[in-house]
């Protein structure tokens, strides 16, 4: 690919971590879902930090995070779409289906997804505390 390095990134652009960062109202219970249900470890964990609670929880053996973070004052949390996803692609139907259990025993159902595509890769959506919607795929598709 023209313009590239070795690696792919385009010329110039040598990003060594990737965050997503929401706000939440409800810290705890996300915490408990993405971390105690899902599995995720946690990072990092601060309070107070100008009026800022947050914790960070990593996706395993890679540089990209999930951060929550709640303001004394609340959080602007709007409403999320069907289609506000995070996507877990894994390494085959076992391991998935092993996450799906560990829902459905914390009490959480899947959600019919809006877009078919993700019902015709053998996934399933579920909903975290705040409903945004997590999608469980058997296996990368590309």
């Not at 899902?38 to 309070?47: A, H, K, T």
């Not at 998935?96 to 015709?120: D, I, K, S, T």
Request: glycine share 12%; charged share 20%; with cysteine.
């Amino acid at each position: 690919m023209s313009g590239t390095d070795t690696a792919g990134w385009p010329d110039g652009l040598s990003v060594g971590q990737v965050r997503v960062a929401r706000p939440t109202d409800k810290l705890a219970e996300v915490e408990r879902f993405y971390a105690g249900v899902i599995g995720l470890p946690v990072l990092y964990r601060f309070e107070n930090h100008a009026g800022y609670d947050g914790v960070m929880l990593g996706l395993p053996g890679t540089d990209y995070h999930l951060e929550f973070t709640s303001h004394v004052d609340g959080s602007p949390c709007p409403a999320p779409t069907a289609e506000n996803l995070l996507v877990l692609y894994f390494r085959g139907e076992a391991a998935m289906y092993e996450l799906v259990e560990r829902l459905a025993a914390a009490g959480h159902e899947p959600v019919e997804a809006e877009n078919p595509y993700w019902a015709g890769v053998g996934a399933l959506t579920f909903e975290d505390p705040d409903g945004w919607r997590v999608v469980l795929v058997p296996r990368p598709v590309f």
